[in-house]
């Protein structure tokens, strides 16, 4: 740090008025943005069908079957259940029910009732249009079953109607719950770390401006229609928004304090500490913006969705921590961190000469020094092979999707509803596999469907949705005035399956009818909610592929251009890329014999990565821009040590608020969102405490110079000169004696 007179003063424009300027203009942007957080639900959709590709065979599917019908419905299958036989008067109450049904006008025709062959149960399908506000219809059609069944029978309201509603339900946290438990995690951990009462205050104020702006722009992008927002990114972009601008909080208030033992001025220490942080800030915050915006090349327009949202977040929290918080901090100066502010030092007070880097520090971070500067090479072996034996556990991941009804975690209605499902009626019961079919070959696919292993029953449909229950060659459909229904030469059949529509069995089922009703009818499409989400899992796992080595490229070319090196970013991303690994081994081994999940979305992986990686090469930023600096006035072993100490308070301090406000995911009872909360907590605290604390300063430390390869600092003579030949030769890969001498 340069020594500052500390009687520098600056205009008072600049100590009064721009600060308070921003300051204002900051909370009208909240004054607007924090309204909106209550109007996102208009703007949120959780059908799963319309984050597909266009190109998917359930979307084109879908197209077909919109012109089969006049609106756009999704069914509710509602279910009675008895523990024996229903006896005829139970079964006219039953049949009762439908009138009471059909009186609430929530959809089309309710079918039903449909007995069960053991007699224990009935169901009705009723459709309800997916412009309708799902949860409050579920809620109104359990009201009414409960009311009108007969004494003693459970009732069940499922299907995919139900479902949604149970998991918009889930969600419903996300608006208060999930912040309220974020900001209260971060202002906890704020006040041990600055052991402030008005610091933390502060920082929280920024966070939580950055979401109010954060907020503001993303809703009004889904307003335009420029993407679908739904609950998982609303939920994401909360955690990161407040996770983000706390780290870059973190960073530029540790340079403020750095700079206030050096000027009495408050407005010239928070100028100085923008300067030292603005760089470092600003790569963080484009790194992670551009890593995940490389999302819109994901196929999945949920995945596209992500992208745009998160990055928009980051965006306001980069800005919010640039602007809002110099300003309160050049506002408030040393009075921030009462009790223990900052003293001024003597004008004649510098930094001590460095040697070894480790002058000046004490305590974990000058232990963790000289473990670094002693057994470097020792302690980057060690930990690379801990990170490789924890990341062989990724072989155990289940990521190829999970039921439907796995993804909630408390008790659902519908959930218990489509376990009375499969135990009286066939198991894909009120939601069919949709299968478009060419006219002239119905009957052919009507026939190998009904011989097919994994199809309960199959049946034509005629206008109006009816179904035909027997084919037109069949002596019992003699008389049955009903004929298919066809549109452009196509025809709908539905096929119930014999397994429960979100199962992974039913997914099976589905890929066979696809390769087997090719050979019958070679445009064919097999669509409905098993292949919905048999198409989501597939585009999930194929954008994996796509995504990484994208994400990957654009991390480097930012690393070298801010590091000037390439050496060092090479590594850097290495270091990462492993760092990832061991986090989902561990993860993998969790989810399987702690949590006993089935298995994982099959978009947990990618987002797991975007998030690690992304806000991994974050620490990695904060700490070797910091060593970069080091290293030009000190050299470059003294400057990794120098660095090494100098962030590593920050970042661990970073890292733990990272970490806790990802956990905070863990309260909304979503299987997505609880496994995505572990993996990014869990990976964050391992980046941080393993790979930049020992595995990066301890490779850099043994590499030495060259790390810089092939910017200036690499260049033999270069590092010796900026040291004051205290080093040893560039071409050395040991640390010099006096280095050694000095830790020891």
């Known amino acids: 740090m340069k020594t500052t007179s500390p009687k520098t003063r600056v205009p008072f424009w600049l100590r009064w008025l721009v600060p308070a300027v921003l300051v204002v203009a900051w909370l009208a942007i909240a004054g607007v943005g924090g309204p909106t957080f209550g109007r996102l639900s208009e703007v949120t959709t959780n059908d799963q069908a319309s984050f597909l590709p266009a190109g998917a065979e359930a979307t084109e599917a879908a197209d077909w079957q919109a012109k089969f019908r006049d609106s756009k419905e999704i069914p509710a ?222 196929d999945l327009n949920s995945n596209k969705a992500l992208g745009p949202v998160a990055a928009a977040g980051i965006l306001c929290a980069l800005f919010a921590a640039l602007t809002l918080l110099p300003a309160l901090m050049a506002l408030l100066g040393r009075a921030a961190f009462w009790p223990f502010r900052p003293k001024l030092l003597p004008e004649t007070q510098r930094e001590p000469e460095l040697v070894t880097g480790l002058e000046g520090q004490k305590g974990l971070w000058r232990a963790t020094g000289s473990l ?11 930990s690379v092979l801990l990170l490789l034996v924890a990341g062989a556990g990724v072989l155990q991941l289940k990521a190829n999707g999970v039921d439907q009804t796995d993804v909630i975690l408390t008790a659902s209605n519908a959930v218990d509803g489509q376990d009375a499902l499969g135990r009286h009626f066939d198991a894909g019961s009120g939601s069919p596999a949709v299968i478009v079919a060419d006219q002239a070959k119905a009957q052919d696919v009507l026939d190998w469907l009904r011989a097919s292993d994994g199809v309960g029953d199959a049946y034509l449909l005629a206008d109006g949705g009816v179904p035909i229950m027997t084919g ?45 009703l090719k050979e019958i009818d070679g445009g064919v499409l097999v669509g409905g909610v098993t292949a919905t989400a048999l198409d989501t899992n597939t585009t999930a796992q194929r ?117 806790a406000t990802f956990a905070a995911l863990g309260v909304i009872p979503i299987m997505f969102l609880v496994q995505l909360a572990f993996i990014v907590a869990f990976g964050v605290l391992l980046d941080t405490v393993l790979v930049r604390s020992l595995l990066v300063p301890a490779l850099a430390y043994d590499i030495g110079p060259r790390i810089w390869w092939p910017g200036r600092l690499g260049r033999p003579g270069n590092d010796a000169a900026a040291s004051g030949g205290a080093l040893s030769s560039p071409k050395s890969s040991r640390p010099a004696a006096n280095e050694e001498a000095g830790v020891r």
């Not at 993407?227 to 998982?232: C, F, K, Y």
């Not at 014999?593 to 975007?610: H, K, R």
């Open 77 to 298: 299958v509602i279910v009675v259940e008895s523990s024996s036989a229903f006896t005829p008067a139970q079964l006219r109450e039953a049949a009762a029910l439908k009138e009471r049904l059909e009186a609430l006008q929530v959809g089309s025709t309710v079918i039903g009732p449909l007995p069960s062959g053991d007699a224990k149960a009935v169901q009705f399908v009723v459709p309800i249009p997916s412009s309708a506000e799902v949860k409050a219809v579920v809620k109104e059609l359990r009201a009414a079953v409960q009311a009108a069944a007969p004494a003693g029978m459970q009732t069940f309201v499922t299907g995919p109607a139900g479902l949604t509603a149970d998991l918009v339900s889930a969600f419903a946290g996300i608006d208060g719950i999930l912040l309220l438990v974020a900001l209260g995690a971060v202002f906890l951990i704020l006040l041990i770390v600055y052991r402030s009462l008005l610091l933390p205050v502060v920082v929280l104020f920024t966070s939580v401006f950055a979401l109010c702006a954060a907020i503001l722009l993303v809703f009004g992008m889904a307003k335009a229609g420029w993407i679908q927002l739904n609950g998982q990114s609303q939920g994401i972009l909360s955690i990161l928004v407040i996770g983000a601008a706390t780290d870059y909080a973190l960073l530029y208030v540790a340079r403020f304090r750095e700079a206030l033992p050096h000027t009495a001025d408050r407005t010239a220490a928070a100028l100085t500490a923008w300067k030292a942080a603005w760089e470092p800030i600003l790569a963080s915050g484009a790194t992670v913006i551009i890593a995940l915006l490389c999302l819109l090349f994901s």
């Open 472 to 516: 037109p060659a069949n002596p019992a459909n003699q008389g049955n005035p009903s004929v298919p229904a066809a549109r452009d030469g196509r025809v709908l059949i539905n096929a119930t399956l014999n397994y429960a529509a979100d199962s992974i069995q039913a997914e099976d089922v589905v890929v066979s009818l696809r390769q087997e």
């Open 543 to 659: 954008d994996l592929v796509t995504i990484i080595p994208v994400v990957l490229g654009v991390i480097l070319v930012i690393l070298i251009l801010l590091l000037r090196s390439v050496l060092a970013p090479v590594l850097l991303v290495a270091s990462v890329v492993l760092s990832y690994a061991a986090a989902m081994g561990v993860s993998a081994f969790v989810f399987n014999n702690v949590f006993g999940f089935p298995g994982a979305d099959a978009t947990v992986p990618l987002f797991g990565f975007v998030f690690l990686v992304a806000l991994g090469v974050d620490y990695n930023i904060f700490l070797m821009s910091r060593v970069r600096e080091e290293s030009l006035k000190h050299g470059t072993r003294p400057g990794i040590l120098r660095g090494l100490g100098l962030t590593g308070g920050v970042i661990t301090s970073a890292g733990v608020v990272l970490a």
């Open 372 to 382: 670094v500067a002693r057994r470097p090479r020792t302690v980057w072996v060690a």
